[in-house]
């Protein structure tokens, strides 16, 4: 099992793109920008969409994602791409995305009968079974709105260690609470602004590296802590912030391009 890093950026920019990750090559944990950097037979290959959030930074591949691979998928005869989400998020995106007027309802699309999306809701501590042995829990998350992240288990092989996303959050005891009955072989955890914005990020419900250190204080370690979803143009004053925290675990900014081995 392997987990490649399409984007992990805050914003975009030159060189910069939004959250997604791909699990081997068939499963999608968020649809931020990153994913338009795929070749289109990649693409079609991906059968499956975890979305932690209906924020567009986490979504806006998907309905172009679907134009992109909706006559490969069906000239192959291939089932349509599972979207997973809280009841919520899916609402979000049939209400505000595929209602004809953002974008068309491709969840009838070409045919009703054979669509290239389906959706299909989660709750927070359900596990999916995504087929090959691969099971994610959803986790909990604090954002301003309804939000998860995802813990994927690399398998008995592996001692059941998992590689934990935390989505977009802010502080969240629930979040530790559970992690500390998992086995953690690497977490990607967002910290979205400097500590000079500490305000904003109270108010947005993201983290700053102040409020990094006192999250990590409640996680056994050592742990390997990849930073994602930093803005572009801050990478350097959070991580010299960053650095300047005292944690028994490794911390480094998590890069698009990077591939993790589970
Ligand atoms: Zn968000
Ligand atoms: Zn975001």
Redesign the pocket.
Known sequence: MKIRVLGCSGAIAAGYKTTAFLLDDDVLIDAGTGVGDLPLDALARIDHILV??S?L??VLSIPLLADSVLRLRAAAGRPPIQVHALPQTLEALRRHIFNGVIWPDFTRLPKAESPVLSLHPFEIGERLDLGKGRSIEVLSAA???P?VGFAVDAGPASGHAHWVFT??TGPNPALWQRLAQLKLSHLVIETAFSNEEHELASL???LCPAALARELAHLDGPVSVHITHIKPGEVEAVMQEIASLSTGHTLRPLQAGDVMAL
Do not use: L, Y
């Open positions: 932690s959030h924020h930074d986490h954002h301003t709105v939000a989505g977009d947005s419900q993201h």
